[in-house]
């Protein structure tokens, strides 16, 4: 049976909300343990479901995993590790693209690899040929599948130079995954340099790998025949910090986010600060909340680290259907990134799309025909509705525009917030959220 979410807007969400893990590095590290030869532990692990795909899927590659929620901490011992079988993968092909992660570390413990057809957010083409072209690169052979994809290593993998149109930050996952126990050197061009990215390269280095991040987007991975286990504290996650954030912002309230970190949000505070937010950090957090009356317009474009993430964008475009004035969002990151704006419209937001690049920002995919800029002009009043989840984000921006307006709505899908939102229903009711969730 599926969930509803039952919101009765118009309240202030007041409190305090804890942040653990980065929900773009606990999966990914948990994916770096099957490279060991001795046992893992990665702490600081929130609950969300992408942890668990990635457990079940460790477990039946023959790890042995021991999860304490309530700590936060997961072991993981990759002796035993093995092939799954297919039909077993496949069962999670609808749920996360994480499998596409276990391809080097699996050719590297048993020669290869079965990855079913992915899943996650639908915000915008993440090919897997961006993977397989990077996995051949190495010396691996794809064979495609009815259901999936074979990648084997008939040979020991080799180092690579490797440049990527766009540093995304799967394929640099990858490369970095794969690179660490190849034989010889590494040059990848072009990589993303995310925080999580770096709390990767840090997991991967105190397993035994050498790796090297120059000032140019240029990773080198120097190739060891062998790697250990790892004792780490993942860094907390800087996009559901940023979401509290807004909903301090759009609600009128008052949170203070637990466990977040001024160095990893930089853009996202100077953003907040213009559009009239105020911020406080101390050493255990940072409390948000709306600075003066009136909330700014403003024109913002996202962009790949260090600038205006992606996953901040939707939260915002809420906030800013609350300001006096035109403000312009430029999308340069995921092209079908504003589908989530059709349920604000009908709440009563005025907002534009447009397939023009309404900013100077390099975009992914100019002239591509996408609606991929909005013009969004404020303040409107937002009215109660029924809408789906469409993506974690969008879904989340969603919920706020509903705490924000008057009147109830009535959600479903919310299942997807879980992906990357911990005990999100229990945050919101923390704050004072006048929700209900009942079975459908």
């Given at each position: ?9 118009g309240?202030p ?53 021991e ?22 993968i496949?069962?999670f ?35 897997i ?8 690169q190495?010396?691996?052979?794809v ?27 799967g ?18 061009k072009?990589?993303?340099v995310?925080?999580?990215i ?19 987007r240029?990773?080198r ?11 780490h ?57 709306r600075g ?38 430029h ?29 100077s ?19 409107t ?15 989340f921006?969603h ?19 879980n ?14 959220a006048?929700?209900e969730?009942?079975?459908?």
């Open positions: 049976m599926s969930k509803v979410l039952t919101i009765h807007g309240k969400l007041k409190g305090s909300v804890p942040v653990r893990g980065a929900k773009n590095l606990v999966p990914k590290a948990m994916v770096a343990a099957l490279l060991g030869s001795k046992p893992s532990v990665i702490r600081n692990v929130p609950e969300i479901r992408d942890v668990e795909i990635v457990t079940g899927l460790l477990r039946l590659h023959g790890v042995v995993v999860h304490d929620k309530e700590a936060g901490e997961i072991y993981m011992d990759p002796s035993g590790v093995k092939t799954a079988n297919n039909a077993e496949d069962a092909a609808g749920d996360s693209r994480i499998p596409i992660l276990f391809c080097g570390p699996l050719m590297h413990a048993v020669g290869g690899a079965f990855i079913p057809d992915l899943g996650g957010c639908k915000i915008g083409d993440r090919p040929d961006y993977h397989l072209d990077v996995l051949r190495f010396g691996a052979e064979s495609k599948e009815p259901t999936g994809t074979y990648i084997g290593a008939p040979h020991r993998l080799t180092g690579a130079k490797l440049e990527l149109p766009y540093p995304s930050v394929a640099t996952e990858q490369v970095l995954l794969t690179a660490v126990k190849a034989d010889g050197i590494t040059e990848l072009g990589a993303a995310e925080p999580e770096h709390d990767l390269i840090h997991v991967l280095q105190k397993m035994g790998a050498i790796i090297t991040v120059q000032t140019d240029t990773i991975i120097e190739g060891v025949p062998e790697l250990s286990g790892y004792n504290v993942a860094l907390n996650d800087r996009n559901e910090t940023a979401s509290w954030a807004t909903a301090a912002l759009v609600t009128d309230g008052d949170i203070f986010v637990e466990g977040a970190t001024q160095r990893d949000l930089t853009a996202f505070l100077n953003v907040y600060r213009k559009i009239g937010g105020e911020f406080e950090v101390d050493d255990n957090g940072i409390r948000f909340w003066g009356q009136d909330l700014n317009p403003l024109v913002l474009e996202t962009d790949v680290h260090p600038g205006f993430m992606t996953d901040w964008q939707q939260p915002l475009a809420v906030a800013l259907s609350q300001a006096h004035g035109v403000s312009i969002v999308e340069t990151v995921y092209e079908n990134r504003f589908g989530f704006t059709d349920a604000l419209v009908r709440m009563g937001a005025s907002i534009q799309l447009h397939r023009e690049c309404l900013g920002v390099p975009c992914r995919f100019g002239q591509r025909n996408f609606l991929h800029s909005a013009v969004i002009s404020g303040p009043d937002l009215k109660g509705t029924d809408f789906n989840i469409p993506d974690l984000r969008g879904g921006s919920v706020l525009a509903a705490l924000a307006a008057e009147g109830t709505s009535s959600a479903t899908g919310i299942e997807v917030i992906r990357g939102y911990e005990k999100f229903f229990e945050k919101l009711e923390g704050l004072g006048d929700i969730v009942t079975e459908n």
